[in-house]
């Protein structure tokens, strides 16, 4: 998994994915409230040869942190979107059994 970094006018979201292969479907883990990307270690060493992963420390949590508290819900979804398209993905969750 490669660390990465996204920057916002509030601070920045610090984000780990492997490498994006358009043919595979992308998992997305997204640590719920207090909690960071570790929760899903086991689930990501598990998938990371299979699939393809993202996995983020929210804004305020983890290594995104500090983070000014002046978001919401809406600014969490663009910025999620931003780093989607960024990495090339198209898709994310979507699985075809063709």
């Not at 595979?24 to 689930?43: I, N, S, W």
């Not at 993202?54 to 919401?72: K, R, T």
Request: net charge negative; aromatic share 14%; charged share 25%.
């Amino acid at each position: 998994m490669i660390e990465k970094i996204y920057a916002t006018s509030s601070g920045s979201i610090h984000y780990w994915i492997n490498e994006i292969d358009e043919n595979r479907p992308t998992l997305v883990f997204l640590p719920g409230l207090t909690a960071d990307h570790r929760l899903f270690d086991k689930q990501i060493e598990y998938f990371k040869d299979k699939t393809n992963v993202f996995v983020w420390d929210a804004p305020g949590h983890g290594l995104s942190w500090p983070f000014e508290l002046n978001f919401d819900l809406m600014d969490k979804t663009r910025w999620l979107n931003e780093i989607f398209d960024l990495e090339g993905i198209k898709t994310p969750g979507k699985h075809s059994t063709e």
